[in-house]
Structures are given as structure tokens and as C-alpha cells.
């Protein structure tokens, strides 16, 4: 099982960026996707959460309204669309695939918003 990142960057303070994770080696519809970050000391945090195409959403509070997570079964993708990026979200994303007791991690793309 494979999970890819790709898309983090720089960018400045009330900027976008789209994050895409490429999955393969999973039966991709199986599984709810996820995105978790981490900023240097901090722990790894849930930034959003997507059972299945169909289902609503979960969102942290800090991202609510400037985030969105997408899914497209069809390509074994999951994006995160940012928005209105603040400084306090720069951190290593992670894209997260789980079913059951099955977890996978992506490796990670690191964003940094800064001026």
C-alpha cells in the first residue's frame, strides 16, 4: 500500500493550496481518508475526516470554513483543498487511509505559510 502527497509548499498568509494523496495497493472505496498535521513539537492532529464520498464531512475546529476535503474513488485520490491560510496551520500534512484495524500513512508534504 502506497499513500503519495503531493502539493505542499509555501505560500503567504491568506493564501490556497490544494493537497492531493494518491492512494494504490488499497481497494480505495473500502476505506475512510483523512487528513492529519504536525507542527515542530506539537503532535500529530486530525485536520479532516471523509468516511465515504456520500457522507458529510468532519472538520477540526480551526480549519471549519477554510478547509475542504474531497474524494474521487474512481482515481484512488483524496485533496484538501485550503483556503485563507493563517501561519498557525504551517505543518507536515499526512494523508491517512483506515478500515477497521488497516491503517496506512502517507509520508507527508510539509506547508508552510509564511510573509
Known amino acids: 500500500v502506497q499513500l503519495v502527497e503531493s502539493g505542499g509548499g509555501l505560500v503567504q498568509p491568506g493564501g490556497s493550496l490544494r493537497l492531493s494523496c494518491a492512494a494504490s495497493?488499497?481497494?480505495?472505496?473500502?476505506?475512510?481518508m483523512s487528513w492529519h498535521r504536525q507542527a515542530p513539537g506539537k503532535e500529530r492532529e486530525l485536520v479532516a475526516m471523509?468516511?465515504?464520498?456520500?457522507?458529510?464531512?468532519n472538520y477540526a475546529d480551526s480549519v471549519k470554513g477554510r478547509f475542504t476535503i474531497s474524494r474521487d474513488d474512481a482515481k484512488n485520490t483524496v485533496t484538501l483543498q485550503m483556503n485563507s491560510l493563517k501561519p498557525e496551520d504551517t505543518a507536515v500534512y499526512y494523508c491517512?487511509?483506515?478500515?477497521?484495524?488497516?491503517?496506512?500513512w502517507g509520508q507527508g508534504t510539509q506547508v508552510t505559510v509564511s510573509s
Open positions: 495497493g488499497l481497494t480505495f472505496s473500502n476505506y475512510a
Open positions: 471523509l468516511f465515504n464520498a456520500a457522507d458529510s464531512a
Open positions: 491517512r487511509a483506515f478500515a477497521r484495524t488497516m491503517i496506512y
